[in-house]
């Protein structure tokens, strides 16, 4: 695949034509699409550190299930979100139920410590965790039977995704693990997040690190009551902004000095070049989060394509359908590109 930095057709209605307003009302509009048969399962993480939460989508067959469940098939598709989600997030759940639709077999993940899976470790969620993404996909490769996987990460997720595929690139070109990654997405990933950061302290983006933070101290609540690595931080006064916040909760939590030093050791940007996998990162012009810019000085390979879209805003790309209903666009590009790699 060459190197291209290639618009995509999105076009949503005059009065949805913002970043903004698409971005702001993706965190209000959520219509889920419910997924039957979900198995869950509680991963060991690598270093002691406990486990996190996977879950298992087929297509069963209603006459005979006991014959599709034993016919699983041994390849998946990965599912990664972002800051503030889990397995549950809107577009992992509505990505995963088209997926599965199609017959696919679906494995959605929560970053470790986030959802339901921060009952199971002290750690945080963030975009250094690419290593504890390996060991999961090498668990499902032992105990579920999957030797093939296409991947896509959401935002934060995307960072993990990519920075998994090129600090393991020779692992996956030689070979030396028993299981694949045949093609690889990330949707709006924060490629450099000390950049995403700074861009997030602006006047009109201010609102964004609010709205975060008060997720983020939400938790910190929540997981102080169960952990005492959480309840040894200090809680006020409360950060206000997200390199405050990652400072003083991220960074240390995760094993970084500082968040200085999380951001430079776990952004993709620089790694990038390193990827061996084919992989696709869908980004948009008018993102208030994930700001263009970043991607403008990346380095890119042959294996790496950069697609660009306007005014889809952050994991927004709502749009009005022919019949009238509003839906986002990015699900079916992603099920659609997903379909494309299909390695049968």
């Given amino acids: 695949m060459d190197e291209t930095r290639s618009p995509v057709a999105f076009r949503p209605p005059w009065y ?46 209603a006459i005979a299930p006991e014959v599709s469940s034993a016919k699983r098939p041994s390849s998946a598709i990965l599912m990664l979100h972002g800051l503030g989600s ?5 577009y992992m759940s509505n990505v995963a139920a088209k997926l599965v639709a199609r017959g696919e077999r679906v494995i959605r993940v929560d970053l470790p ?3 339901p899976s921060a009952n199971l470790t002290w750690l945080p969620g963030h975009a250094g965790c690419s290593e504890e993404i390996w060991a999961i996909l090498d668990w499902c490769h032992k105990n579920l039977g999957i030797d093939d996987w296409r991947a896509v990460g959401f935002s934060l997720g995307g960072n993990v995704l990519l920075r998994m595929l090129a600090t393991r690139a020779e692992d996956l070109v030689h070979r030396r693990v028993p299981w694949t990654i045949t093609s690889a997405l990330a949707v709006a990933p924060p490629i450099d997040l000390a950049e995403c950061c700074e861009g997030m302290e602006g006047k009109v983006n201010r609102w964004y690190a609010r709205h975060f933070i008060k997720i983020l101290m939400a938790e910190v609540k929540l997981r102080s009551t169960m952990w005492p690595q959480w309840a040894e931080i200090a809680m006020s006064p409360q950060p206000t902004s997200i390199r405050q916040f990652d400072d003083r909760f991220t960074a240390p939590l995760a094993g970084f000095r500082d968040a200085n030093e999380y951001y430079r050791e776990s952004s993709s940007s620089a790694l990038l070049r390193n990827i061996a996998t084919e992989t696709t990162l869908l980004c948009d012009r008018h993102d208030p989060i994930v700001q263009a810019k970043i991607f403008d000085k990346a380095i890119l390979n042959s294996k790496l394509r950069l697609e660009w879209t306007q005014r889809g805003g952050h994991l927004g790309y709502l749009y009005r359908t022919t019949d009238g209903r509003y839906t986002r666009w990015a699900d079916d590009w992603v099920v659609g590109r997903i379909m494309e790699s299909n390695p049968s």
């Fill in 86 to 90: 889990s397995h549950g997030g809107t």
């Fill in 16 to 61: 949805l034509r913002s970043g903004h307003v698409q971005t702001v009302l993706t965190a209000i509009y959520r219509p889920k699409l419910s997924l039957a048969n979900t198995e869950q399962y509680a991963v060991p993480l690598p270093n002691g550190v406990g486990s996190t939460y996977i879950y298992e989508n087929y297509a069963i067959d």
């Fill in 113 to 115: 410590g986030c959802g």
